[in-house]
């Protein structure tokens, strides 16, 4: 199971390196240092799921800049993921690593695994580079989620982290105006944010 602001449970799953074509393991240890992105889907193969994947795709340099590393996880093989990247157009050229949780057992460990279908829910969770969760989301199979929010999420997170102290208000991007708290701006955060 996962609590937020605490360490994330360690783990081993076999991926598919697209770039190298080839397959590997990799563990929480291995994102050391690094913000980790573990973005979970319910399969290959399916018609949501490509979408989604490709969108990481365009935005992969931008979370590289920010020092972490994308691993897409669903319960197929890496063989599937290969044939998948192979077959499906809008998947050429995914570079980041694409983990076969294929028994079920990593998706079931966090809760979000589907028993009738065998698949995990669509979930991303955002791992900081001391290993410690900090970001949770889950949502319904039918709809794919928004890469561009995912981002602005891990940005807001890197700023508070670098910046202790503050926080950041709704729909903070980066540039944007942050806030300390204190209990002489309880009830008037407005005259901050002007």
């Not at 691993?71 to 050429?92: F, G």
């Not at 561009?148 to 991007?173: M, T």
Request: with cysteine.
């Amino acid at each position: 199971m996962y609590n937020i602001d605490q360490k994330f449970p360690d783990f081993s799953l076999e991926i598919y390196d697209p770039e190298k074509d080839d397959v590997g393991k990799i563990t929480i240890s291995d994102f050391s240092g690094r913000w980790l992105v573990l973005f979970f889907y319910p399969a290959d193969f399916t018609f949501v799921c490509p979408t989604e994947l490709v969108d990481l795709q365009r935005r992969y340099d931008d979370f590289k800049k920010l020092n972490a590393e994308i691993v897409s996880v669903s319960t197929d093989t890496v063989h599937s993921h290969k044939a998948w990247v192979e077959m499906e157009e809008i998947l050429k050229g995914i570079k980041y690593k694409m983990a076969a949780d294929h028994n079920g057992k990593f998706s079931k460990d966090l809760g979000i695994y589907y028993e009738e279908s065998g698949k995990s829910h669509r979930a991303v969770f955002i791992i900081d580079p001391d290993g410690v969760l900090r970001s949770v989301q889950i949502v319904a199979d039918a709809i794919g989620r928004s890469v561009g929010e995912i981002f602005r999420q891990l940005k807001a997170l890197d700023f508070v982290r670098k910046n202790p102290g503050h926080v950041c208000p709704a729909s903070w991007d980066e540039g944007a105006q942050t806030l300390i708290p204190s209990i002489k701006k309880a009830g008037k955060v407005y005259k901050d944010l002007k």
